[in-house]
């Protein structure tokens, strides 16, 4: 009996808390359709801090940042609202014009085939959705073969061998993409300039050569991490050294 209240008193304080996120959302969306970006920011940043976090949510966020000429705030928000839908094409078309804001102009590395492939289609789904392609595909290839398997006739046999081949390829091809997606996701921390100007160096120490500048709002992939200094490289393969607090992680 004590176990059905505490169940209940936990769906009901589900249901409660994702009710006042809604009504903050909303509030907050009221005060951005007034011009009011910065008490807008502030009720999305309660939302977040209650971890209803949402797409939609760091979209907004980064239009409110956006309007307060916050390059590395309305970015990072954008960036933000990619990696839980990376098929949101507002974020994608705003974090476009957000890095124009940018000082720092870096041409990224030429890209093999197989690159492009995975930036311009695998990429466009998360790693839970290629997940669920899986599971679906699991579920579609046995029940071709078992259609298969219990048909009578030559024709529909044919048609169900083939058709549930193709499907376990299909699902071996789609089981591939989700432990690499997977892999991808959670080995590689990005993360965003903060700082107006940084020194990036040669070795994590403040008497270290500098090897290169960066500004505001440029997005850097962290390798390694040494006390309070982060290894970075850019798009184009520069590698070096910048102070941690300088940079904000995705």
Do not use: C
């Not at 073969?145 to 789609?174: A, D, G, Q, V």
């Amino acid at each position: 009996m004590n176990k059905i209240i505490v169940i209940l008193f936990l769906l009901i304080s589900g249901i409660l808390s994702a009710q006042n996120a809604n009504d903050l959302f909303e509030n907050a969306n009221t005060l951005y359709k007034e011009g009011k970006y910065q008490q807008a920011i502030e009720i999305y940043e309660q939302i977040e801090n209650k971890k209803e976090v949402s797409s939609e949510l760091y979209y907004n966020l980064g239009n409110a940042f956006y309007k307060l000429n916050k390059v590395a705030s309305s970015i990072y928000n954008y960036e933000k609202a990619l990696q839980l839908d990376p098929l949101n094409e507002d974020a994608q078309n705003n974090l476009i014009i957000a890095n124009r804001l940018t000082l720092d102009r870096i041409e990224e590395l030429p890209k093999s085939v197989f690159q492009k492939i995975n930036e311009n289609i695998f990429q466009k789904l998360t790693y839970n959705s290629w997940a669920v392609i899986t599971i679906l595909l699991s579920f579609l290839a046995a029940t071709l073969f078992l259609l298969f398997y219990f048909s009578y006739t030559p024709s529909k046999k044919r048609l169900f061998f083939s058709t549930s081949i193709l499907s376990f390829l299909t699902l071996i091809l789609s089981l591939v993409i989700t432990f690499t997606q997977y892999n991808q996701t959670t080995n590689t921390v990005e993360a965003i300039v903060f700082a107006e100007e940084i020194e990036v160096k040669n070795a994590p120490t403040s008497d270290a050569n500098e090897v290169f500048t960066l500004h505001e709002g440029t997005k850097v992939n962290i390798l390694d991490t040494v006390d309070n200094w982060k290894k970075i490289k850019l798009i184009d393969g520069k590698i070096g050294w910048a102070l941690a607090n300088n940079l904000k992680e995705l």
